[in-house]
C-alpha cells in the first residue's frame, strides 16, 4: 500500500529504533553462524539456526512488536526504518537457505529484487552469499532482548496455566535479579515486557527469601552419565539444599558439594528448579529466570480488560465487513448496565483503537450483531461513516 521499494536512502544504523539495530544484530550474529555451519559442511546445523532466526526473532517477535509501524499512515523515517530492515532480513535469509532450498529462495528473491532493483543479478545463486557485518553486532543488546523473551515467555505461560487472557491487564510482576547489571539489562527492555504482557509494573527482587520459595531436584539423565556411582549419594545433596544454596546455583551456574572429600560439581542444566505459587501470585521458572505474576484483577483493571475484548470484537467485525484500514466508524450498543460503566470508562482510548467518531448507547437495535465480551452479552451496530 504504501509502494516501498527500498528507493529512499539507506537509513544508518545508529539511526533506527531499538528494536530495528537488534534484529540487524541478530541477522548478522546468524550469517556467522550459518558460514561456520556450512564451512564445516554442516547443512542442518546452518538450516535450522535460520529457523530459529525467522520463527523466534523475525516473526514472532520482531514483525509482531511492529505491526504498528507498517500499519500507521504515516510514511516517515520511523515506518521506511522498519520496511528497510524487514527487507534487509528477508533478502539475506534467502541468500543464506538458497544452497539448501534452492527453488524456494529463488521465487522470492526474485520478488524481492523486481520490486528493489538492489541487485544487478538474476537470480539469488548469482549474488554474493553474506558477510557479516561486525559493526552491527551488539551482543548486549541481543542479550537484553533474549531476556525479554524469555520473562515474556514464563509471564504467557503463567496466563494461560491460569486461564487470565492476555487482554486482561494485571497489575504486577515480580522478577528477582541475580545480579545488578541483569537489573540494568532488564530496565532497558522493561516498556517493551510491559506491553507484551499487558501487566502495568515490573518489581525487581535482590533477595528473594520469604518471599519466593523455590525447590531443586536433579535432572537423572544430564547428571547420570558423568557421575556414575556418585549418583545416588549427589542427589540427596541436592535435595538437601536450601534456599541460599540454590540462589548461589542461579547466580554463578554452577554449585559444589564435598562428597568424602571430593568436591563435585553440578551445573545449571544438570538440576530442574521450581518455584512455589504465593497466595495470590503465580510463579514461574526457567533457567536462571524467574517471575511471579500478580493475578489479582481489581475492579479497573476487569473494566480495562472489557475495553480492550470490545475493541477486538469491533476490529474482527471490521474484517468481516470489509471495511478499509482507514474507514471512519460508528458505534450503536443497546443498554448493558454490566458493560456500561467499563466502556464508558475508557470511551476515549476505544475510539482512538477502532476509529470511531462516535459510541452511543440505545434502548434497542433490530438488525445488530451480537458479541460476547467476557461471557457478558452485548448487541451492538457497527456503521461506515461516509
Given at each position: 500500500?504504501?509502494?516501498?521499494?527500498?528507493?529512499?536512502?539507506?537509513?544508518?544504523?545508529?539511526?533506527?529504533?531499538?528494536?530495528?539495530?537488534?534484529?540487524?544484530?541478530?541477522?548478522?550474529?546468524?550469517?556467522?553462524?550459518?558460514?561456520?555451519?556450512?564451512?564445516?559442511?554442516?547443512?542442518?546445523?546452518?538450516?535450522?539456526?535460520?529457523?530459529?532466526?525467522?520463527?523466534?526473532?523475525?516473526s514472532n517477535w520482531y514483525v509482531r512488536l511492529c505491526r504498528r509501524?507498517?500499519?500507521?499512515?504515516?510514511?516517515?523515517?520511523?515506518?521506511?526504518?522498519?520496511?528497510?530492515?524487514?527487507?534487509?532480513?528477508?533478502?539475506?535469509?534467502?541468500?543464506?537457505?538458497?544452497?539448501?532450498?534452492?527453488?524456494?529462495?529463488?521465487?522470492?528473491?526474485?520478488?524481492?529484487?523486481?520490486?528493489?532493483?538492489?541487485?544487478?543479478?538474476?537470480?539469488?545463486?548469482?549474488?554474493?552469499f553474506p558477510r557479516a557485518n561486525e559493526e552491527a553486532i551488539d551482543t548486549a543488546l541481543e542479550e537484553r532482548m533474549q531476556l525479554a523473551?524469555?520473562?515474556?515467555?514464563?509471564?504467557?505461560?503463567?496466563?494461560?496455566?491460569?486461564?487470565?487472557?492476555?487482554?486482561?491487564?494485571?497489575?504486577?510482576?515480580?522478577?528477582?535479579?541475580?545480579?545488578?547489571?541483569?537489573?540494568?539489562?532488564?530496565?532497558?527492555?522493561?516498556?517493551?515486557?510491559?506491553?507484551?504482557?499487558?501487566?502495568?509494573?515490573?518489581?525487581?527482587?535482590?533477595?528473594?527469601?520469604?518471599?519466593?520459595?523455590?525447590?531443586?531436584?536433579?535432572?537423572?539423565?544430564?547428571?547420570?552419565?558423568?557421575?556414575?556411582?556418585?549418583?545416588?549419594?549427589?542427589?540427596?545433596?541436592?535435595?538437601?539444599?536450601?534456599?541460599?544454596?540454590?540462589?548461589?546455583?542461579?547466580?554463578?551456574?554452577?554449585?559444589?558439594?564435598?562428597?568424602?572429600?571430593?568436591?563435585?560439581?553440578?551445573?545449571?542444566?544438570?538440576?530442574?528448579?521450581?518455584?512455589?505459587?504465593?497466595?495470590?501470585?503465580?510463579?514461574?521458572?526457567?533457567?536462571?529466570?524467574?517471575?511471579?505474576?500478580?493475578?489479582?484483577?481489581?475492579?479497573?483493571?476487569?473494566?480495562?480488560?472489557?475495553?480492550?475484548?470490545?475493541?477486538?470484537?469491533?476490529?474482527?467485525?471490521?474484517?468481516?465487513?470489509?471495511?478499509?484500514?482507514?474507514?471512519?466508524?460508528?458505534?450503536?450498543?443497546?443498554?448493558?448496565?454490566?458493560?456500561?460503566?467499563?466502556?464508558?470508562?475508557?470511551?476515549?482510548?476505544?475510539?482512538?483503537?477502532?476509529?470511531?467518531?462516535?459510541?452511543?448507547?440505545?434502548?434497542?437495535?433490530?438488525?445488530?450483531?451480537?458479541?460476547?465480551?467476557?461471557?457478558?452479552?452485548?448487541?451492538?451496530?457497527?456503521?461506515?461513516?461516509?
Amino acid at each position: 500500500m504504501d509502494g516501498f521499494s527500498f528507493s529512499e536512502p539507506y537509513i544508518p544504523l545508529a539511526e533506527r529504533p531499538e528494536i530495528d539495530r537488534w534484529i540487524l544484530s541478530a541477522l548478522n550474529t546468524l550469517i556467522k553462524n550459518v558460514t561456520i555451519a556450512m564451512d564445516d559442511y554442516e547443512p542442518t546445523i546452518a538450516g535450522r539456526a535460520i529457523e530459529q532466526f525467522v520463527d523466534e526473532y523475525l516473526s514472532n517477535w520482531y514483525v509482531r512488536l511492529c505491526r504498528r509501524r507498517f500499519w500507521k499512515g504515516e510514511y516517515e523515517q520511523d515506518k521506511i526504518s522498519a520496511y528497510q530492515t524487514l527487507y534487509e532480513c528477508l533478502e539475506t535469509v534467502v541468500k543464506l537457505i538458497a544452497p539448501i532450498s534452492p527453488f524456494f529462495s529463488d521465487a522470492i528473491f526474485t520478488n524481492l529484487n523486481n520490486t528493489s532493483q538492489k541487485e544487478n543479478v538474476d537470480s539469488v545463486h548469482l549474488a554474493a552469499f553474506p558477510r557479516a557485518n561486525e559493526e552491527a553486532i551488539d551482543t548486549a543488546l541481543e542479550e537484553r532482548m533474549q531476556l525479554a523473551q524469555d520473562v515474556s515467555s514464563l509471564v504467557l505461560s503463567l496466563r494461560k496455566k491460569i486461564n487470565i487472557k492476555v487482554r486482561q491487564p494485571l497489575q504486577k510482576v515480580l522478577i528477582p535479579v541475580l545480579n545488578p547489571a541483569m537489573q540494568v539489562q532488564l530496565q532497558k527492555v522493561e516498556d517493551l515486557i510491559k506491553a507484551e504482557v499487558n501487566v502495568k509494573e515490573i518489581e525487581y527482587l535482590t533477595d528473594t527469601e520469604g518471599i519466593i520459595n523455590k525447590k531443586v531436584k536433579p535432572n537423572f539423565k544430564a547428571l547420570g552419565a558423568r557421575l556414575g556411582a556418585n549418583m545416588k549419594a549427589v542427589a540427596n545433596l541436592i535435595s538437601k539444599m536450601n534456599q541460599h544454596d540454590i540462589a548461589a546455583l542461579e547466580q554463578n551456574g554452577q554449585f559444589s558439594f564435598d562428597l568424602k572429600g571430593e568436591l563435585i560439581t553440578i551445573t545449571l542444566p544438570e538440576v530442574e528448579i521450581t518455584a512455589e505459587d504465593i497466595p495470590g501470585w503465580s510463579v514461574a521458572t526457567k533457567g536462571n529466570i524467574t517471575v511471579a505474576l500478580d493475578i489479582t484483577i481489581t475492579d479497573d483493571l476487569r473494566h480495562e480488560g472489557d475495553a480492550r475484548e470490545f475493541i477486538n470484537r469491533i476490529q474482527n467485525l471490521r474484517k468481516d465487513k470489509d471495511f478499509e484500514l482507514t474507514d471512519r466508524l460508528s458505534v450503536y450498543i443497546v443498554e448493558n448496565e454490566k458493560l456500561k460503566k467499563s466502556l464508558n470508562q475508557f470511551k476515549n482510548y476505544i475510539c482512538a483503537e477502532i476509529l470511531a467518531d462516535s459510541i452511543d448507547w440505545v434502548p434497542e437495535i433490530h438488525d445488530g450483531i451480537n458479541i460476547d465480551i467476557n461471557d457478558t452479552p452485548l448487541k451492538i451496530n457497527v456503521i461506515k461513516n461516509t
